[in-house]
């Protein structure tokens, strides 16, 4: 949002450009590329305004009592706003309301599970942590804490949750499973620390120094002496990397008997004097009919997979069954890219080759080929 009051969005193809009908407080983006727009009213309310850019049209709006804290869930369908001792719950698809509860006192900090079934409320001058199931709009359970809690934290699979001291020289760790208070750790509170890892570790800041404890048991699993120096922050690598450029090409599958270059791990070696296929095809004319038979007579195969290692195509040639044997690995040149299938049959009839793919279990394909 610029200085005068313009919403711009960068894009690689385009630059979007939205002057709001008045102006915004706060933005809010959602899961699905929607936009909301958060303002202030005159009575002290919020007006909550809904675009999908890069559309310039207000499709939804609603007016909710305050939102001095603004927290999503990890799926992105709910939308939660704090104002005093209220919380409530709106739908980011329609912007209906979900949830309304009232609190003690004013609401501090909240945690949804990534699921977003259930949301940890800490509130002012109070130890106890409110658990508030979004299903049934009302508090479901509550949590004692050694102290009253500054600041919540939440790991993406939802198995502790942080709650910073007061004091803020300490974090009390809670089992998500069981609501319970398992440890009380001696760190500071960062934007980035105390990080809690998928496997249940706790990265901690302990002056210079990076510790890393057992939730559990608060054993010390390992200690960098200089890491606090760092920022730190929790990765996953969802198994994508940039593609060479000459991968971009779709695999295309032919008969192998087709191909330029073929290969077969069972194969037989070819005989010494055999005649080569161009030669023989010039001595020994077939009519196209016969042609037709013969390519009848290769039979059918099954494919079920095609891959750029042969390291990788073997290993999943040795897990694949097929009627009581092991499939095997072809390989295929297109372009100057070899090509390796794990492969089985021949069989005599498509329909054969089908009953077996259905046998095997795993997705197939079938093809005519030569065995």
Known sequence: MTGTGEIVRLTSSATWRFRPPVPVRTLQPLADGALLLLSDDRDGRVTIRRLQPPETRITDSTTIAGADLVISTEVGDRI??????????????????SLTVTFDDAVRAVAPTPSGDRLF??????????????????????????????????????????AQSAGGDSTYVIAIGTNRVIATLATVWRPDLPLIAPDGSIALADGDALVIVDAETRRERARLLTGANDVWALVRWNGFRPRASTLDEPVKFEDAYADSTYGDSL??????????????????????????????????????????????????????????????????????TTVYR??????????????????????????????
Do not use: C
């Open 80 to 97: 939660y706003f704090a104002a005093g001792d209220h919380l409530e719950g709106l739908r980011t698809r329609d912007l209906e309301r």
């Open 121 to 162: 409320v800490a509130v002012r001058n109070s130890r106890t942590l409110y658990v508030v199931d979004r299903y049934d709009a009302a508090v479901r359970d509550r949590i004692t804490l050694p102290g009253a809690p500054a600041a919540l934290r939440i790991d993406p699979d939802g198995q502790y949750l942080l």
């Open 267 to 336: 194969a037989s070696e070819p005989a010494a004097d055999a005649i080569p296929a161009p030669v023989a095809a010039v001595l020994n004319p077939v009519p196209p009919a016969a042609a037709r038979a013969e390519s009848k007579r290769h039979g059918w195969m099954l494919s079920f997979a095609a891959v750029l290692s042969e390291t990788r195509a073997r290993s999943m040639a040795a897990a694949v069954r097929v009627d009581g044997s092991t499939a095997r690995v072809q390989a295929t040149e297109r372009d100057g």
């Open 342 to 371: 794990v492969v089985a049959g021949p069989f005599p009839t498509r329909e054969a080759a089908e009953e077996s793919g259905r046998r095997s279990g795993l997705p197939y394909w079938v093809f005519e080929a030569n065995p």
